[in-house]
């Protein structure tokens, strides 16, 4: 195998690099970005190596997927680290604000701890910014059903807020 992916590496480089550079713009992250590629490949190449091209196109859109999620994860948290540092001011809430966030808090835990673990943990860590692959992994779930158990999940914490809401009420 290795002198095969040596040939594959030599043949189908230039291609991947130059495809990765066209779409972020940026030759230093898009060779990170092919080593990523090669490096997939070299532990799981596909089944028929003839088809390696092809194979390669998917591997390295998902990688700049990856990459540009990444990227708008930094950039929102960097945005929101120098709104912080602009604001420079802190304003303290008023007690009333304190009490009903507090209470808020409190209603939004029950609640969460009325539903399963797997839908407690989905939807915390949807909240928290995780992708639904992330969470796929954490749930030790298929991926494809990430996106079913999160609807599902949020739908049961609805309606155990509404039946919350109307228990106080």
Do not use: C
Request: charged share 30%; hydrophobic share 40%; glycine share 4%.
């Amino acid at each position: 195998m290795p002198a095969r992916y040596q040939q594959l590496f030599r043949e189908h480089y230039p291609s991947v690099l130059r495809k990765i550079i066209n779409l972020i713009g940026d030759r230093a992250a898009a060779e990170d970005l092919a080593q990523e590629v090669f490096i997939k490949l070299y532990r799981n190449p596909p089944e028929d190596l003839a088809r390696t091209g092809p194979w390669l196109h998917r591997v390295l859109t998902r990688i700049v997927y990856d990459h540009y999620r990444k990227a708008g994860r930094l950039n929102d948290l960097n945005e929101k680290q120098q709104h912080e540092a602009l604001a420079g001011e802190q304003t303290y809430p008023s007690n009333e604000a304190v009490v009903i966030q507090s209470w808020e808090r409190d209603v939004v835990r029950g609640v969460l701890n009325k539903l399963s673990e797997r839908d407690r943990q989905a939807l915390l860590l949807k909240e928290q910014g995780y992708s639904h692959a992330e969470i796929a992994e954490a749930l030790q779930v298929n991926p494809k059903i990430v996106g079913t158990l999160l609807m599902r999940a949020a739908s049961r914490f609805k309606k155990n807020m509404l039946s919350e809401e109307v228990m106080e009420q």
